[in-house]
């Protein structure tokens, strides 16, 4: 199901190395693999979004299907992905390497972008980081 649910949110011309990186058998590597976390967004028993953090400081997938977009689904799965990162390894900053759509989404959350916009085989993205404080002040600020 996953790999179904990632292509659907993804645009059709995005690089093969892209979706090969969200196949259900890398994912499934990543899984196995303990640098990694997972966490999935349920809503009613269905799969409504998914984030993970690579190497406890890294958002490296955050989707969320397009019927749960813009309903705090992916801004509840990334805070608390990076609030059960901090609890099994306290560090200073986060990144993401953001989709350009994606970059308001990722500065309402704190982080800010590290320069500009990059290509790298054909993927778009913008370097963005989240320094620990910033972090600690916005779920405050979205948890009250």
């Known amino acids: ?6 292509r659907l949110t993804q645009p059709a011309k995005a690089p093969s190395c892209f979706f090969s990186s969200t196949s259900a058998q890398a994912i499934g590597g990543y899984i196995s693999n303990a640098n990694f976390l997972y966490l999935l967004g349920l809503f009613d028993d269905k799969l ?3 984030v993970a953090i690579r190497d406890g400081q890294h958002v490296f997938h955050l989707f969320v299907a397009t019927a749960f977009q813009y309903q705090g689904i992916g ?3 990334a805070l608390r992905a990076i ?4 609890a099994a390894s306290p560090l200073e900053t986060f990144t993401v390497n953001s989709s350009l759509p994606a970059v308001p989404f990722y ?3 704190g982080f ?3 320069g500009p916009g990059i290509v790298d085989n054909g993927v778009a993205f913008v370097p963005m980081q989240l320094t620990v404080a910033e972090r600690y002040m916005l779920y405050r600020n979205t948890s009250s």
């Open 1 to 6: 199901m996953l790999p179904v649910f990632v």
């Open 48 to 50: 409504a979004g998914v």
């Open 75 to 77: 801004t509840a799965l």
């Open 83 to 86: 609030e059960l990162s901090l």
């Open 107 to 109: 500065k309402r959350l």
């Open 112 to 114: 800010q972008p590290q």
